[in-house]
């Protein structure tokens, strides 16, 4: 190091060729992947390359190049390692809806579903909160599919009427 920082290219090649045998086995001791480990060899030997003005002459080499490494592991891992946690099948976790506004949401609707008169309610509850067929709806409130129909197209009417807005 200390040639090369004197100005002598051939130590100066013949130390990054050096340093590059050590980095590889300290990061594959690390790393899972080859690639990964052969990308951070050259991650830290861009970064000697770069600092190399400022290594202290007085200290020992390995522990100045050993620090940058280290430095340029934990960059590494904490840019790798967030993007492994939640594995892909997971993914819908990080999406799912928010509880509280679930709650809000069924807090409201009740609001709204009490506003009719219960034979509407319950049809309109079966088909469009708990989303049965008009036949199944039909059959759990002993009426006729038109009669389910006719019930929840009244009664969405209805509701509809109470909160809309009118242009005048």
């Known amino acids: 190091m200390l040639a090369s920082l004197a100005g002598e290219a051939a130590a100066y090649s013949e130390l990054l060729a050096e340093l590059a ?52 592991l934990i960059d590494h891992l904490r840019r790798t390692r967030r993007s492994r946690e939640i594995a892909l099948d997971d993914a819908g976790a990080l999406f799912s809806a928010d509880e509280t506004l679930a709650a809000a949401a069924r807090i409201d609707a009740e609001r709204l579903l009490a506003e009719l008169p219960p034979r509407q309610r319950d049809v309109l509850r079966k088909v469009k909160i708990e989303e049965l067929s008009t036949a199944e709806a039909a059959r759990a409130m002993a009426m006729s599919e038109v009669a389910i129909k006719t019930s929840v197209h009244r009664s969405l009417k209805k509701l509809g009427a109470k909160f809309l807005v009118r242009k005048t």
Not at 21 to 50: C, G, K
Request: charged share 30%; aromatic share 12%; net charge positive.
């Open 21 to 72: 045998a050590h980095l590889r086995i300290y990061y594959r001791r690390r790393l899972e992947s080859a690639a990964d480990a052969e990308d951070l060899v050259q991650e830290t030997l861009i970064a000697l390359h770069t600092r190399r003005e400022t290594y202290d002459r007085s200290s020992p080499l390995t522990a100045w190049v050993y620090a940058i490494a280290r430095y340029k």
